[in-house]
């Protein structure tokens, strides 16, 4: 009787939920709801071996994991191309019309989210995973539970992937910041953020509280359910209880698209959730097979990205930030904005050129753009809106930090602060050594290098590998139990064995960038040869010359610097390069290549991967060019190339070559 109490008590609970959440049309009241799920908690509680996988009490988040399972993905999930403008709409339109006469679409909205694939086993839902590489993924199965549209049990016995977006709907974005706010923590940039912080959560009650949603858009096999059209899938999926975005269109021609692409650029403020883009498919499943697809994304499906924002803010003031070289620049602070899902207070003003040459001046209004991940900056200065209470700019003549009077050196367009012990110079000296480029040391943060250098436990970079003598004094402060301690000690250990470029990049030395630490690392193999080297020697290495040459010399033949090596050396650091300079192929040694559109693989890692096959990149085509490896949208260094004649690589042939 019990058993067949809960089983009739889950059915009425997830049909309520369903009308509730997916219909928006309830058929009991929240006083019965409530009810109902309090007799399902009392009996589960009394019989926990009778709690069902699909019961909806597991969306409250009692679910802790240890760590994440990777999955692998039987059917790959792609990424799409992406375009900007209306040409390239067309210009997809006319290359599927080269295969499909009279094509028709779906539009979709571009949810600003995270991808996630959903695995159900006999209408029970059995694994939720992210997209990850779009082979490998991690399983979030506990997360995706909590989510109140995402069904535990489908109306159907069937065995099926479904495939959508996580998103954090904008009230849900709103109120979680006003919490965290409140209790004095970070706010999240973006929902999209928020999104994929709360789903890699170990703690599914988190991510129950954050009150996710998804939408459902794709199914892997279409075939096995005898659908023919995307926008049938669509419909099948809405029948299965999956929540399909309801602004989906079937556009019967290109003219359509265009007209819904402008039509959602006009009103996504309205939506109560981020998107953006559009996505265009082809709508028939056989259209999109003739199509078929390149080594990464499918010829049948595009996705248009809406314009980069730009918008208009007062510049409140003008701060001076000291680097860890000591240079000196200039930052302004702005009145909060969002621009491109981000909420921007402050940006760089690079130098006293920049400045100058566009005039800018505290109290004024000014353009901020951003495009994708770039830096966003000021891009003008709108002087006809001046009320002539504006306060024109002026270098301050001293170090904000220390005091000491600053220098502008004759090669460079910025001004330093030379004094070697000033504060702010060492605290950022510090933080770039723990860097993910640098040394690697995960969990030291900004915060947490400035308060142990205030505190001071760390004042040079060698004191990172005497820390444990403070292990004691760490577990005083709030926040660090044992846990935290040893793992900060783990990463300091494990950068013991890092590779000579990380701790060449993590000196500091100025002009000595990760590309040049790696270059010194395969040409010297150690970091006594370097020291031993003479300016001749550095300068005539390709991509050094004198200026870095130099650099190099007055570092190393500064006594303060070379005792600090030594140090790191009695705390046995690596001081070899690992491995050694890889000619793999006559395909890459000596050659220079030139990277160019929107690559799959990240553009440091393509680069990471010539130069260790003894080829050098570049950021211009000129007829000393070997080869242009080109992306998507390639541009005008992929006119240049064939121009010049020059050898032209896609990605699938560059990373066949790789793998030679």
């Not at 009778?50 to 679910?63: A, C, F, K």
């Not at 789903?199 to 359910?225: C, G, M, W």
């Amino acid at each position: 009787m019990i058993e067949q109490r809960i089983d009739e008590l889950i059915k009425i609970i997830n049909r309520a939920s369903y009308e509730y959440y997916t219909l928006d049309n309830p058929t009991i009241t929240d006083q019965e709801y409530d009810d109902y799920y309090s007799e399902l908690i009392r009996l589960e509680t009394m019989h926990p071996e009778l709690v069902r996988e699909d019961s909806p009490t597991v969306r409250i988040g009692n679910q802790v994991i240890s760590e994440f399972k990777k999955v692998t993905h039987e059917v790959p999930m792609m990424s799409l191309d992406d375009i900007f403008s209306e040409e390239e709409i067309i210009d997809f339109d006319e290359k599927v019309k080269k295969v499909i006469p009279n094509p028709t679409y779906v539009c979709e909205l571009k949810i600003d989210g995270l991808s996630v694939s959903l695995l159900y086993k006999n209408g029970k839902l059995v694994r939720g995973a992210t997209r990850g590489d779009g082979t490998t993924g991690e399983d979030i199965t506990h997360n995706v539970k909590t989510i109140k549209t995402i069904p535990l049990s489908l109306p159907e016995d069937i065995d099926i992937e479904v495939r959508g977006e996580i998103y954090m709907p904008k009230a849900s974005f709103n109120k979680l910041n006003e919490i965290r706010r409140e209790k004095g923590e970070k706010e999240f940039a973006n929902p999209r953020n928020a999104a994929a912080g709360s789903v890699r959560q170990l703690d599914s009650k988190i991510a129950s509280e954050r009150n996710l949603d998804a939408f459902l858009y794709h199914l892997p096999n279409p075939t096995d359910y005898k659908i023919e059209t995307q926008y049938d899938a669509l419909e099948f999926m809405k029948k299965l209880n999956f929540i399909v975005n309801p602004n989906i269109i079937h556009a019967n021609n290109i003219n359509e698209v265009i007209d819904y692409i402008k039509n959602w650029q006009e009103h996504r403020p309205e939506l109560p959730y981020e998107i953006d883009g559009v996505v265009i498919k082809v709508n028939n499943l056989n259209d999109q097979r003739k199509l078929g697809f390149t080594a990464r994304v499918p010829k049948w499906a595009i996705a248009y990205k809406f314009p980069a924002e730009e918008v208009l803010t007062k510049l409140e003031n003008i701060e001076f930030c000291v680097g860890r070289t000591g240079k000196i620049t200039p930052r302004a602070d702005l009145s909060p904005v969002h621009l491109a899902g981000s909420v921007i207070s402050s940006v760089t003003l690079h130098n006293e050129d920049y400045i100058n040459e566009k005039d800018i001046r505290i109290g004024d209004i000014v353009a901020i753009h951003k495009a994708g991940d770039v830096i966003p900056e000021v891009v003008s200065v709108k002087k006809e809106r001046r009320t002539g209470e504006e306060v024109p700019f002026k270098m301050v003549d001293n170090c904000p930090i220390c005091g000491t009077k600053l220098i502008r050196k004759e090669t460079e367009s910025a001004y330093f602060c030379t004094n070697e012990k000033c504060d702010a110079r060492n605290i950022e000296g510090l933080i770039h050594f723990a860097s993910r480029d640098a040394m690697n040391l995960d969990g030291f943060g900004e915060s947490i290098v400035e308060d142990f250098y205030n505190m001071g436990y760390l004042r040079k970079i060698n004191d990172y590998y005497t820390l444990s003598k403070y292990k004691e004094n760490l577990k005083e402060l709030e926040g660090f139990g044992d846990k935290s301690i040893n793992n900060l000690l783990s990463a300091i250990e494990d950068s013991k064995s890092n590779s000579l470029e990380r701790l060449i990049f993590g000196l500091g030395i100025h002009h000595v960038g990760k590309k040049t630490a790696k270059i010194l690392a395969q040409n010297y193999h150690t970091l006594d040869n370097i020291i031993n080297a003479d300016f001749d020697s550095l300068k005539a290495i390709p991509d050094i010359g004198e200026i870095i040459a130099q650099s190099i010399i007055n570092y190393l033949s500064d006594e303060e610097n070379i005792n600090m090596i030594n140090k790191l050396k009695e705390y046995n650091l690596n001081m070899k390069f690992i491995g050694k300079k890889q000619n793999l192929s006559d395909l890459f040694d000596g050659k220079t290549f030139v990277l160019t559109g929107t690559l799959n693989m990240p553009r440091e890692e393509a680069k990471e991967m010539i130069e260790n096959r003894g080829g050098k990149v570049t950021g211009s085509v000129t007829s000393k060019t070997s080869v242009v490896i080109v992306g998507v949208n390639p541009g005008s260094k992929y006119d240049k190339a064939k121009e010049l004649g020059i050898d032209i690589w896609d990605e699938e042939l560059f990373v066949n070559n790789i793998n030679l």
